[in-house]
């Protein structure tokens, strides 16, 4: 989507290793999400932050921590990566939390 | 917390249908979007629809929130409107949409 870029697309790797997944915009939004989505469960969001340095958790935030350390940035770490976290994360942006979101396009995770 | 069903979880439509999928939440709620999922993972923006009716040519959404559900009609469907359709729901007080689990659309030519 115009205006937001997830980084990477895909990537593959072991169980305990650590993952960075990155959300990048250039709207200047005060809100950013991320979410997975796997088979069965809908999106889930897993954290989410409210401006910079500013940022809770949410339904699913066990095994993912993350930073936001200036406006357009908004980073999603998995410490030690398990089989379970195999998933398609998705980035969501918004400048007032009541109204729309705008998605990025996914990052697709395979834990092997 | 809040509950967002949707139903049906899938729909097979023959080209050029009319279809209505609906979204039951169990609570209260400030905002509540559609998107579209293609078959290629994007997630589309549809309706931002608190309350009211909406209507983007094909497509149109009533939200009824007195009576805590939203509808969203497809009239007139085409192969490209296949994907998954979710809505989205936030509470009053919270920064974060909670989504239903989605209305899986298939249209056949």
């Known amino acids: 989507d115009a205006g937001i870029t997830q980084s990477p697309r895909h990537k593959v790797t072991e169980t305990g290793t650590p993952v960075t997944l990155r959300c990048h915009q250039t709207?200047?939004?005060?809100?950013m999400y991320w979410y997975r989505q796997d088979p069965g469960h809908g999106l889930r969001l897993i954290h989410y932050?409210?401006?910079?340095?500013?940022?809770d958790k949410g339904e699913v935030s066990d095994g993912y921590s993350v930073s936001r350390s200036k406006t357009e940035d908004f980073l999603l770490t998995l410490e030690s990566a398990t089989s379970s976290q195999t998933s398609v994360y998705f980035c969501?942006?918004?400048?007032?939390?009541?109204?729309?979101?705008?998605f990025g396009s996914g990052t697709r995770l395979t834990v092997v | 917390g809040i509950q967002v069903e949707q139903s049906p979880p899938d729909l097979i439509l023959q080209e050029g249908a009319n279809s209505t999928l609906r979204c039951n939440f169990s609570?209260?709620?400030?905002?509540l979007q559609w998107f579209h999922q293609n078959p290629w993972g994007q997630l589309i923006n549809l309706f931002y629809?608190?309350?009211g009716t909406k209507q983007n040519g094909r497509l149109s959404a009533t939200t009824v929130a007195t009576e805590r559900y939203s509808l969203l009609y497809i009239s007139s469907s085409q192969t490209t409107d296949s994907g998954v359709y979710f809505c989205?729901?936030?509470?009053?007080?919270?920064?974060?949409?909670?989504f239903g689990t989605g209305t899986r659309l298939k249209v056949l030519a």
């Open positions: 969501a942006i918004t400048s007032d939390r009541t109204r729309g979101y705008t």
């Open positions: 709207e200047n939004h005060r809100y």
């Open positions: 932050s409210y401006g910079v340095k500013d940022t």
């Open positions: 609570d209260s709620v400030n905002n």
């Open positions: 629809i608190p309350s």
């Open positions: 989205a729901v936030i509470t009053s007080g919270t920064y974060k949409y909670i």
